[in-house]
Every structure is written in C-alpha cells, then in structure tokens.
C-alpha cells in the first residue's frame, strides 16, 4: 500500500460507553462530517484513490469513560450505498490490534453493515471500559464498491491503511466515523463548535492541543464532556470546506445527546474569505450581515432550550505567509470590520455568554496581530499555548446557568 497524506473522515463514528442496557448515551468524540470537495479546491482532500476494498484504522482520544462503546458511521453525504465489510475495536493508538485484543463492532448482530446514501449507522453496544483521555483505535474494512463521499479534512490524528497487519500508509483524515458515545452520565456536555481554530488547524498532530481538548482535560474531573464539533474552513453564512455554521449547527451541536450548552466561535472566513483566491468573487462581508447570522444561531439555540456561548474573533494580520492568499486574506478593512463585530458580540444579548478570545489572543502591542507566544506561525492559527489560554479562558461558571 502507498503513502497517503488525508485530512479526512470517511470513517465517522460514534463511540458510546456505557453499560448494554443503559438508555443514555453520553458522547465522548466526534468528528463532524464534511462533503468530499473536487479537485478543483485550493486543497487537496489526502484521501486515498480509493477505500474499496481497503482496511483503515483510526486512533482517537475519548472525552468521557464508561463500560461500553458504540461508534456512528456516516454516509450523510453519500450518493451510493457505503460497504463496510467488518469493524473491530481495541484499546491504544498505532499498534492497537497488538496492544490488546480487538473486539468486533457489531450492527443489530451482524458483523457488515451496508450505510444507505444520507445516513449514519449506530453500532450495537461493546463492552470495553474506558475513563476520560483513553486512547482506542477503530478499524473498518470497506467492501468492494465503496466509495468515499463524506470525510473529515485535516483531523490532527494520524490514521493508518493497514494491509492484514503491517501499516501501509498514514493518512491524516477520518473517514466515515463521526462521533463516539458512552454510557456513563456526565453532569453536563458541552460542544465546541466552529472553523479550523476549533478543529485545530495549526496544532501537533496526535498530541492533543486543541483548545477543546485541553478544555476536556480540565473538566472532565468536574463531570463535564467536551466535544468537538469545529470544520476547518467553516464559515458562519456560506459554505465553505463544509456547510455553514447555520446549515450544520442542528445536527453537529444541538441534537449531540445530552448537550447543555455550545460554544461557537465563527466569523473569521465570513470577513476573511470574500476578495481571496477562496472566494474571488463574493462581496465583502458586512456588519448586518454577520449580526443576522448571530440572530439566526440564537433563534435556533433557544427553540432548543440550549445554552448559546460565543467568542470573539482573533486577529490574523499577516496570515498565511508565503501563499497566494497573503495579499488577500487580510485587509486593514477586514480588521475594522472584525473589531466591529467583536465589539457588537460584547454587548449584545442574543447570547447567553461570551468568552473574549481576541482579547487573549492579541498582541498587546499590534491588536490586529496574534500574540507572537500564542502564533502557531501562519499568523491565524493558535500554538498549543495559545490554545490552552483559550480553553483557560472558558470557566465553567460561564457554560453553567439556564439558557435564555
């Protein structure tokens, strides 16, 4: 098998742990699915020239524990059938078929499952105890014909194509697997929700240092599940390397189970995008326009009884340098405009909170640029420490309360 280089999500799925009988499923990962793009887009997707016929396996860092799992996989933006021959479960990271046994995933009791185009699978309960920051590994064999037509793009995860035993390539995507579930009750579950600040964009690979993931960290022992909802690329209003906050919010955030409260940071491809090679020809973002979005989000918070957080947008002077977009992607109008949007998000009572992270993330000597400790080095995307002051910044008085 061939080197591959995939920031993809063919294999969503959805982990529960909990006893087999229990009725209530905490989640305890996702990974928000994503339409495959055409070769035409800026990126190219890494995903293999094709998953029939081919074994995957894709390690992953549980938010919350329990006694038994079960995975999601999703089609949802599938055309055809999706195959999946066989899916096994382990515990550990690379090697996990040789650091314990794999256990199969079963669906309504039989080993293969067929995933009709639009849909997600729910597997059958596994009886595997985890806590809080286990590692476990999924691996799906895909039948003859499979195609993939939804992933994740740039997971931050190193997944693997196995031939029988031996890796034979790496891939930094997801593939079909969208969320885990367990079934042990958290007090409370929050879903971080956003673009590539939120998916980690920027952050080590398999090291964890997301802004949610140190947020999970550190109130997993407070008995809260943070979960992971951001697509890099997302935009509030318009489709981008995923559909809209607007379009996908329903189903990444507010009908994740059990979900208390969703913090939404967003805004930054909305003012950045328009006039850039991502999107030459679209007008530039307005006020209005943003502030309608915003509104629109806080109707469907409350329809839900969902606690609404918001962050403010970071600067990104001087992003993406040494490509085409660093003309482009930010303009001193770009920033006034931001600024306004921020400053509009501090005072307005559409939400129920609001976390500052411009202010965190700023340079208190150039506003419109990132604090040079907390740049990951393409002035848009946080370091690890950047994203650790994000999630410092979150207290868990602030995602606590009734909504409005």
């Given amino acids: 098998m061939k080197p591959i280089t995939a920031t993809t999500a063919l294999l969503f799925f959805a982990l529960s742990a909990g006893t087999v009988h229990s009725e209530e499923w905490t989640p305890a990962w996702a990974a ?48 055809k059938p999706l195959p999946v021959d066989e899916a096994m479960i382990a515990l550990g990271g690379k090697a996990a078929a040789l650091e314990g046994q794999e256990l199969p995933i079963l669906f309504g009791g039989k080993s293969e499952v067929t995933i009709p185009p639009g849909a997600r699978i729910t597997s059958d309960p596994v009886a595997l105890p985890v806590e809080a920051g286990q590692r476990i590994s999924v691996t799906l064999s895909y039948g003859e014909g499979a195609v993939a037509e939804d992933f994740h793009w740039d997971a931050r995860e190193t997944g693997f194509v196995l031939d029988e035993d031996q890796i034979d390539a790496e891939i930094t995507a997801r593939v079909t697997l969208s969320d885990v579930l367990t079934d042990r009750p958290a007090d409370m579950v929050v879903v971080a929700i956003g673009d590539s600040i939120t998916d980690g964009n920027g952050a080590a690979l398999n090291e964890d240092v997301r802004w949610p993931d140190f947020l999970s960290r550190r109130l997993a022992p407070e008995g809260v599940a943070v979960i992971n909802a951001g697509i890099s690329g997302g935009r509030l209003l318009s489709n981008g390397m995923g559909e809209s906050i607007l379009a996908r919010i329903d189903r990444d955030a507010f009908a994740v189970p059990g979900v208390d409260a969703v913090v939404l940071l967003i805004g930054t491809n909305d003012i950045a995008w328009p006039g850039s090679s ?67 998000l501090r ?6 909170g609001l976390v500052d992270f411009d202010a965190v993330l700023r340079d208190p000597d150039d506003a419109s640029r990132l604090k040079p400790a907390y740049d990951s080095g393409d002035r848009l995307h946080p370091s690890a420490a950047g994203n650790e002051a994000m ?9 606590e309360g009734e909504p409005r």
């Fill in 391 to 399: 999630a410092a910044a979150i207290s868990l008085e602030l995602l």
């Fill in 278 to 344: 991502f999107a030459p020809d679209e007008t530039p973002m307005t006020l209005e326009r943003l502030q309608a979005g915003i509104a629109a989000v806080s109707a469907k918070s409350k329809a839900r009884d969902m606690r609404l957080i918001v962050g403010t947008v970071p600067p990104f002077r001087g992003a993406l340098p040494g490509t085409p977009m660093a003309a482009t992607y930010w303009t001193a109008g770009k920033d006034a405009l931001r600024r306004e949007f921020n400053d509009w």
């Fill in 32 to 79: 928000s699915p994503e339409a495959v793009w055409s070769s035409e887009f800026d990126f190219p997707t890494g995903l293999p020239d094709s998953i029939a016929g081919q074994t995957i396996r894709q390690p992953l860092t549980l938010a919350w524990g329990g006694d038994s799992l079960r995975i999601t996989l999703s089609n949802s933006y599938g055309t």
């Fill in 347 to 352: 005072k307005t009572d559409l939400v129920d």
